[in-house]
């Protein structure tokens, strides 16, 4: 596994994350707490260090489940995790969260204390704002608040998880020229791809590091002209998929779904595969371009799985 710096800290954190949200009991089968705590160990034993969660998945079980599985050996691995959306029970994570924001000072140090009593430590290493909009971050408070808590010891750095769809770009330009943020979190960062090169060109000018989350969509693997991106044993689609991200200087981490030991050493020995072609790298270029534009209700399938690629 290799690593790279969160700028301006530091943190250093495994080119693979681990996605937590694949734990969250309100989208998924609820895992038990014995079986969560397991796989999380797992990734680190083979050297995943870095995962990230918010305090709404499963109305802050998978706080917990992170803290519990962590707690003898907290100094191995980097925490992140997220606020901005009220407490909510966890059946409710999946419908409409429009008017639940609160990003307020009043409210934020509240929200930190109950995740660090969640995930049961002194500190957040990576504390994001959970999908701003560009009203959130033209309020100077909220930034004031976020360096009160790092001056404070309680957040290491802070960061913003954008919106997956096209809006949360402008947001992430905003919040890199005029609130220094040392990370974007980016949904879906194959899609929309020469929209989506600004934010890293944008993210290298000022400082600071994109962090990709969730790279390959639904239907991924029955796209028949992708067929050439898998080299058996050696590398499969995923994989090269995250070798391709990984490429841009820019990128910290790719965030992964990993529900089984499998997946974790699927993602776990990416960097060990062959590298990656030419023409494979302009393979994935094409499907960037052709992947529609994504908003938070896009459909399941970006792209439609009868399209030609090239």
């Known amino acids: 596994m290799r690593y790279r710096i969160i700028p301006g800290t530091h943190l250093k954190i ?18 038990p707490d014995k079986a969560a705590h397991h796989l999380m ?33 907290r100094e191995r691995v980097v925490m992140a995790t997220k606020f901005g959306y009220e407490s909510l029970p966890a059946d409710t994570f999946s419908k409409s969260l429009k008017g639940m924001k609160n990003f307020t000072p009043r409210y934020l140090p509240l929200a930190c204390e109950d995740s660090l009593r969640r995930l049961r430590t002194d500190h957040i290493d990576l504390y994001q704002i959970h999908h701003p909009d560009l009203e959130d971050g033209a309020s100077e408070d909220l930034v004031a608040a976020l360096e009160k808590l790092r001056k404070q010891g309680k957040v290491i750095a802070w960061g913003v998880a954008l919106d997956p769809g096209s809006a949360g770009l402008e947001e992430g330009k905003f919040f890199l020229k005029f609130r220094k943020t040392r990370s974007l979190q980016l949904t879906h960062p194959l ?21 990709s989350r969730s790279p390959i969509p639904e ?43 499998e997946k974790i050493n699927e993602f776990a020995g990416t960097c060990e595969g062959p590298a990656l072609s030419p023409e494979e790298t302009h393979l994935l270029e094409a499907f960037g371009q052709k992947m529609r534009p994504l908003r938070t209700d896009a459909p399941k399938h970006p792209l439609p799985l009868g399209e030609k690629l090239l």
Do not use: P
């Not at 929309?192 to 600071?208: D, N, S």
């Open 14 to 31: 495994s080119e693979i994350g681990f996605k937590l949200g694949s734990l969250d009991g309100s989208r998924w089968d609820t895992i």
């Open 41 to 73: 160990r797992y990734a680190l034993d083979r050297g995943i260090n870095f995962f990230d969660t918010a305090d709404i998945y499963g109305g802050g079980r998978v706080e917990s489940l992170l803290g519990a599985a962590f707690r003898e050996e």
């Open 191 to 211: 899609a929309e791809r020469e929209a989506r090169e600004e934010i890293f060109l944008e993210a290298k000018r000022y400082g600071a590091c994109v962090i």
């Open 219 to 261: 239907g991924f693997e029955k796209i028949e002209d992708l067929n050439r991106l898998d080299r058996g044993k050696c590398r499969g689609r995923n994989q090269a998929v995250v070798q391709y991200l990984l490429k841009n200087s820019a990128t910290a981490s790719v965030l992964l779904e990993m529900d089984s030991e």
